[in-house]
């Protein structure tokens, strides 16, 4: 699995990105592709991911009501999944990265086990 993470920058607190992410590869319907961040000197969070076998969709927290995940299966052998981010806030920078990740519940986006992820996308809220 090759994963590619693009649209990152600099906004301002209230502003809006979209991050997207190319997948190429076979994923299980074990797995769900997503997103989770890291910030410096914190521990990797679960920000959001979209399952294989549904395309059931889960947020951390923090995020919800703000970020919306979701996918384009266009092209046969690529997915692209996108990260809308709305109403961001400077809590929200981090360092993005898209990864493929085993899924198991309850609490999906705390327990998912990330097994493949890609180049991170640097985002940074501040005026």
């Known amino acids: 699995v090759q994963l590619q993470a693009s649209g990152g920058g600099l906004v301002q607190p209230g502003g809006s990105l979209t991050l997207s992410c190319g997948v190429s590869?076979?994923?299980?319907?074990?797995?769900?592709i997503g997103w989770f961040r890291q910030a410096p000197g914190k521990e990797r969070e679960g920000v959001s991911c979209?399952?294989?076998?549904?395309?059931?969709?889960?947020?951390?927290d923090s995020v919800k009501g703000r970020f919306t995940i979701f996918r384009d299966n266009a092209e046969n052998t690529v997915t692209t999944v996108y990260l809308q981010m709305n109403n961001l806030k400077p809590e929200d920078t981090a360092v993005y990265y898209c990864?493929?990740?085993?899924?198991?519940?309850?609490?999906?986006?705390?327990?998912?086990?990330?097994?493949?992820w890609g180049q991170g996308t640097q985002v940074t809220v501040s005026s």
């Open positions: 990864g493929t990740g085993y899924v198991r519940g309850p609490d999906i986006i705390r327990n998912i086990i990330w097994d493949h």
């Open positions: 590869g076979f994923i299980s319907n074990y797995k769900a």
């Open positions: 979209i399952t294989e076998t549904d395309d059931a969709t889960y947020y951390a």
